[in-house]
């Protein structure tokens, strides 16, 4: 697996990296009219966006990007000023090292190091191709990789330190995250999902909205790509929410549980208070669209409750 591809793709990396002069940010007179944010407790009007590794990669084609799409996601973002945390899935980058060395399912022999440590180098490859995208629009990325401040004890997460993150915010930069293999303490490592990482972000910061962008337009009936002839679900309420729990219930084949963990973290955050989307990343501006809160076709998950008291409730469980 890691053979001579490995000098292609490091020459990629070398590629993007010379596409960026080295003085670019300081610069740039966009870069120098970024301020930073006032320091405050709660970041008010706090989104998180998720591209999903089906909208970002060949899901079929080991370790290849997307990047024409990655450029036109960049180019939405260009505009966007409020508060943003920015979490990429794994696509073909993680997928296919993780399932295809069992990982997910625990480590239980030192062959598997290999597949976590390799996983890791593609994740942050990636990352790179991101965020050289992005701050070639003058965005300003950092990265954050949750295997340094995620851990999981028997699959569930144990403990997060999200004080770098809040700073970064706090500071006007723009943290860029992962779905990622993450310790943990009773089976030696685990999957914390791009979804999940979402929602656990979302509640903890307290976000307004959490946005989770895929190769979709969203929840349907039926898998759409199996049967053409599935219905889109636009809205998911405290009443009508068991239709999305059986039309996502199908097996995914993928390590971070498909359409339905999507499903289950967007429930999550909706109960919870927060605003969901899911929604096709890949359709023209329909980032930038709801971005400006404009109407995209998409389902939203409304929020069950809106009271300060119970979004102070959920930060604190999450
Ligand atoms: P990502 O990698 O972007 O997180 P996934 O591949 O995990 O996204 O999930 C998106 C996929 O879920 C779609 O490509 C679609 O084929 C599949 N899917 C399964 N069931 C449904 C459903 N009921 N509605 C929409 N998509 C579904």
Redesign the pocket.
């Known amino acids: 697996m890691f053979n001579n591809d490995f000098r292609v793709k490091s020459a990629l990396v070398l590629i993007i990296s010379r596409v960026l002069p080295s003085n670019h940010h300081r610069s740039h007179p966009e870069a120098a009219k970024s301020k930073l944010r006032p320091e405050c407790g709660e970041l008010d009007q706090l989104t998180i966006l998720?591209?999903?590794?089906?909208?970002?990669t060949d899901?079929a084609r080991e370790c290849t990007p997307d990047i024409p799409a990655i450029q036109r996601i960049a180019d939405q973002l260009r505009a966007y000023d409020l508060p943003l945390i920015l979490i990429h899935?794994?696509?073909s980058y993680a997928?296919p090292f993780v399932t295809g060395s069992s990982i997910d399912r625990g480590l239980r022999d030192r062959s598997q190091l290999r597949s976590v440590a390799e996983t890791e180098f593609y994740l942050s490859q990636l990352t790179r191709i991101i965020y050289a995208s992005l701050l070639l629009r003058n965005k300003l990325p950092v990265p954050f990789h949750p295997m340094s401040f995620v851990t999981f004890d028997e699959g569930k997460v144990k403990r997060v330190l999200l004080d770098p993150i809040r700073k970064a915010l706090q500071a006007g930069l723009l943290p860029l995250l992962h779905g990622d293999l993450v310790f943990d303490e009773s089976q030696g490592i685990g999957v914390l999902?791009?979804?999940l990482l979402a929602s656990l972000i979302g509640l903890r910061l307290g976000a307004s909205r959490v946005l989770?962008?895929?190769?979709?337009?969203?929840?349907?009936?039926?898998?759409?790509?199996?049967f053409p002839n599935?219905t889109l679900?636009p809205e998911v309420t405290s009443e009508n929410f068991h239709l999305?729990l059986d039309?996502?219930r199908?097996p995914?084949g993928?390590a971070?549980?498909?359409?339905?963990?999507?499903?289950r973290q967007a429930l999550r955050l909706a109960k919870n208070g927060c605003e969901c989307y899911?929604f096709n990343?890949r359709e023209k501006y329909a980032l930038a669209r709801l971005l400006e809160r404009d109407k995209i076709k998409g389902t939203r998950f409304v929020p069950w409750t809106n009271s300060r008291k119970s979004s102070r409730r959920s930060r604190r469980q999450a």
Request: with cysteine; charged share 20%.
């Open positions: 998720k591209l999903g590794g089906s909208a970002i899901k899935g794994g696509g997928h999902s791009g979804d989770l962008g895929c190769d979709v337009d969203g929840v349907y009936s039926e898998n759409p790509k199996t599935a679900i999305v039309a996502s199908g995914s993928d971070t549980g498909g359409m339905g963990e999507k499903v899911i990343l």
